[in-house]
């Protein structure tokens, strides 16, 4: 079993992103499409990835941060190129090709996926669960004790439980910000 992790680990390492292009407004849908395509068909060693780049912006007339496509009409895939992973995405509903000449896959070099923010998920460890007693160890809460509630590996936060003022209060700290006790 730790085999073949390791195998996919080192597959991860040589695959490269590619820029798909979809229908303009089926970006998610397309995300989800080949997400699920990868998971039926057993291909999640020839495609790892599959990103909508996106940023925060604060919206003048209501107030309130909200998200936004930065490239609208298409999606970011890391994937090592094959003839069936190749099939596969442009196949998938709502693509229209992959971004290069004759929609040959051109991979993007480093520097591009640097400059478009995508990092790789890289799933943090943790060595607490919830109900741990944890130490915050930076941040506005410094040098408090809590007990974890509840914990999210995407987002790499965790809500703790902080006595304060006499009451138990639920604050949402990352994970670098405590450790356990």
Known sequence: MTD???DREKRAKNAKWYVVHTY???ENKVKANLEKMVENRGMKDDIFEVAVP??????????KSKERKLFPGYVLVKMIINDESWY???NTRGVTGFVGPASKPVPLS???????????TVVPTVDFKVDDVVKVISG????FMGT???INVEKKKAKVYVSMFGRETLVELDFDQIEKV
């Open 110 to 120: 480093d520097q591009e996926v640097k400059a478009l923010g995508v990092q790789d």
């Open 148 to 150: 974890v509630n509840n």
């Open 54 to 63: 996106t940023e925060e912006y604060l919206d003048s007339k209501s107030g």
């Open 140 to 143: 506005p809460f410094e040098n």
């Open 4 to 6: 073949k992790i390791d």
């Open 88 to 90: 596969l995405v442009r």
């Open 24 to 26: 303009s407004g089926h």
